[in-house]
């Protein structure tokens, strides 16, 4: 079952994020209809895993037009790898920190969420933020997982095949790849 938005404690409007090394840095201004629920999903492919480090490529998609890149001589870090033709992976050229996955041809992007910034992912700093973010910041909206799963058939039993971020999405027993 896809998880219904109210389930997601509150939703933000904006979110920053950034690479380790901090010269890559973005800002996301979500559309009044973005689907909050059916936009964080993880991907196991091996492409995947090696590109991020990680068993899981944990992201949220959004369209390309919400972000802003916010920091300067981006050109000079952010460098893009294609493992295939059209399929970007972004990563800080000076930090390695990934950043995306995209399809070029495609309207949206499939930002890595651990790159977004403490405040918005679980709340750090937010006293300072005059009721913008709360306590416990925007996380649960950002990486539930509700939506695509895509390439669980690399899953790994008895570690990553009964994770509840999996399960959470409705297409979460599928067999997908990233498509746009
Ligand atoms: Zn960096
Ligand atoms: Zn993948």
């Not at 480090?53 to 460098?79: A, D, G, I, N, Q």
């Not at 405040?119 to 750090?124: A, S, W």
């Not at 996380?139 to 994770?163: F, Q, R």
Request: charged fraction near 20%; include cysteine; charge should be neutral.
């Amino acid at each position: 079952m896809a998880t219904e938005t109210n389930d997601l404690g509150p939703l933000p409007k904006r979110i920053t994020g950034g690479c380790l090394c901090g010269k890559i840095t973005y800002e996301i201004k979500f559309p009044e209809n973005h689907n909050f629920a059916e936009s964080s999903g993880t991907c196991q492919c091996t492409q995947c895993r090696k590109s991020t480090s990680s068993l899981f490529f944990m992201y949220h998609r959004v369209p390309y037009s919400s972000l802003t890149w916010t920091s300067p001589s981006l050109s000079t870090h952010l460098k893009n790898y294609y493992c295939s033709e059209g399929r970007a992976r972004g990563f800080c050229g000076d930090c390695g920190t990934f950043l995306y996955w995209r399809r070029e041809a495609g309207p949206n992007i499939s930002v890595a969420i651990g790159t977004v910034d403490p405040l918005y992912l679980f709340g750090e700093g937010h006293e300072a933020t005059n009721g913008e973010v709360p306590k416990e910041g925007f996380g649960k909206a950002l990486a539930y997982g509700g939506g695509g799963h895509e390439w669980v058939k690399n899953e790994i039993k008895g570690v990553t095949d009964d994770l509840k971020i999996v399960g959470a999405g409705k297409d979460g027993r599928g067999e997908r790849v990233l498509t746009e």
